[in-house]
């Protein structure tokens, strides 16, 4: 039997979760949720930032995507998502979450190692960059440069190098090559024509001084030949 709600306006909820169910939460996103809230928030706005960017590509693939929870943002702009990531619980655990409303790929592929065997037009990486060495950092630029189409793009974005002094010890443990906007920008030069930064604190990007900033993108297009 149908539940009621004391509002008739509230009744498509009801009406919603006995016929589609509730859509569970990833590894990595609900102790996020648990924890802190706010970071949630956060990453959820880089995710949106990242989709209207990107609006209208039609092969896209997130490096290093964890439990692909904010897949739905950027598939509300693009063709067709591939996410991957170097850990294979986290794509198990984005497979499993696979919704016929949102529907993506997941692989598991360590880009350290090599480029995957397919073109894309566009490519991003979040809260990825800070995680590799800086020794390593060309190989995985460059793996990933080699996936995409003469015309593709890359966003890329990584806490400040500045914020790192209010980094928790265990989030200073991980981070291991973070950047400031300038040097993050002369690094993907390497690789692209053209190179946008952004700024971000909390949930707002901005193009405001940098120093100031807590998260940092950069916006690449018109790739240079490897």
């Given at each position: 039997?149908?539940?009621?709600?004391?509002?008739?306006?509230?009744?498509?909820?009801?009406h919603?979760?006995?016929?589609?169910?509730?859509?569970?939460?990833?590894?990595?996103k609900?102790?996020?949720?648990?924890?802190?809230?706010?970071?949630?928030?956060?990453?959820?706005?880089?995710y949106?930032?990242?989709?209207?960017?990107?609006?209208?590509?039609?092969?896209?693939?997130?490096?290093?995507?964890?439990?692909?929870?904010?897949?739905?943002?950027?598939?509300?702009?693009?063709?067709?998502l591939?996410?991957?990531?170097?850990?294979?619980?986290?794509?198990?655990?984005?497979?499993?979450?696979?919704?016929?409303?949102?529907?993506y790929?997941?692989?598991?592929?360590?880009?350290?190692?090599?480029?995957m065997?397919?073109?894309?037009?566009?490519?991003?990486?979040?809260?990825?960059?800070?995680?590799?060495?800086?020794?390593?950092?060309?190989?995985?630029?460059?793996?990933?440069?080699?996936?995409?189409?003469?015309?593709?793009?890359?966003?890329m974005?990584?806490?400040?190098?500045?914020?790192?002094?209010y980094?928790?010890?265990?989030?200073?443990?991980?981070?291991?090559?973070c950047?400031?906007?300038?040097?993050?920008?002369?690094?993907m030069?390497?690789?692209f024509?053209?190179?946008?930064?952004?700024?971000?604190?909390?949930?707002?990007?901005?193009?405001?001084?940098h120093k100031?900033?807590?998260?940092?993108?950069?916006?690449?297009?018109?790739?240079?030949?490897?």
């Amino acid at each position: 039997m149908t539940r009621r709600t004391k509002d008739p306006v509230n009744q498509p909820n009801i009406h919603f979760n006995e016929e589609r169910g509730y859509v569970p939460m990833g590894l990595l996103k609900s102790r996020e949720w648990i924890e802190d809230p706010r970071r949630l928030v956060f990453s959820m706005s880089r995710y949106k930032f990242v989709s209207k960017l990107l609006s209208g590509r039609q092969r896209v693939l997130e490096v290093g995507s964890g439990d692909g929870f904010n897949a739905p943002l950027i598939l509300q702009e693009v063709g067709h998502l591939t996410l991957s990531d170097y850990c294979e619980e986290f794509i198990q655990d984005a497979l499993k979450r696979v919704t016929p409303e949102w529907p993506y790929e997941g692989v598991v592929h360590n880009f350290l190692e090599g480029p995957m065997d397919v073109v894309f037009d566009a490519a991003y990486s979040l809260d990825v960059l800070e995680h590799i060495d800086a020794k390593d950092e060309d190989t995985f630029i460059g793996n990933i440069c080699k996936c995409l189409s003469e015309d593709g793009v890359l966003i890329m974005g990584m806490p400040s190098l500045e914020s790192q002094s209010y980094a928790s010890e265990g989030s200073k443990l991980g981070h291991i090559n973070c950047k400031s906007s300038p040097d993050f920008k002369i690094l993907m030069e390497k690789y692209f024509h053209s190179v946008f930064m952004f700024s971000m604190n909390d949930e707002v990007i901005h193009t405001g001084y940098h120093k100031m900033a807590h998260y940092i993108f950069a916006v690449c297009a018109h790739p240079r030949e490897q």
